[in-house]
């Protein structure tokens, strides 16, 4: 396996790439700019695949060591070296994880809000009325059933 730096150091740098394809799309989401919004999410399926296939890379070289794949033989390695570059490249790659994952829920929250909101303007224009919206115990949201007691009176 290559130098277990050189392996977090791509990581990081995609990783580090795909949050700014994040924040591209959540910008194109706020300007509704429908041309930048499928260019960030062309980007950022691209940018998936590369982080998959580099973390791929990686399990296989662990592998080929006699190592465990993911999170464990990542945490094997950097046991086995005195702390240093490749213990920084970690934190920082699952730091920025973290970053892109919150972003990513950012963005689908908008993406969730402007669904429902064209939904919404469409049940208007077809003369239906608006439904009500209530959130069951997984917090996902459903039509509201309207109660006999409010439809007898």
């Not at 949050?19 to 950022?44: H, N, T």
């Not at 982080?51 to 046991?79: K, M, N, Q, V, Y």
């Not at 920084?88 to 402007?114: D, H, K, P, T």
């Not at 459903?142 to 439809?151: C, D, F, H």
């Amino acid at each position: 396996m290559k130098s277990l730096e050189a392996q977090l150091e791509r990581e990081r740098s995609a990783a580090a790439c795909l949050l700014e394809i994040l924040r591209e799309e959540y910008q194109a989401l706020a300007r509704r700019d429908i041309a930048a919004l499928d260019l960030a999410v062309s980007k950022k399926q691209q940018q998936f695949t590369e982080l998959e296939a580099l973390g791929s890379d990686r399990d296989a070289g662990f592998r080929a060591c006699g190592l465990a794949a993911g999170r464990e033989g990542i945490e094997t390695c950097l046991h086995r070296q005195p702390h240093g570059a490749a213990h920084r490249l970690w934190e920082e790659l699952q730091s920025l994880l973290i970053r892109c994952q919150y972003q990513n829920q950012i963005n689908g929250g908008m993406v969730e809000i402007s669904r429902h909101h064209v939904q919404r303007t469409l049940s208007l224009l077809q003369g239906q009325p608006p439904e009500q919206q209530t959130y069951g115990p997984s917090g996902a949201a459903g039509t509201a059933i309207r109660s006999s007691l409010y439809t007898a009176i």
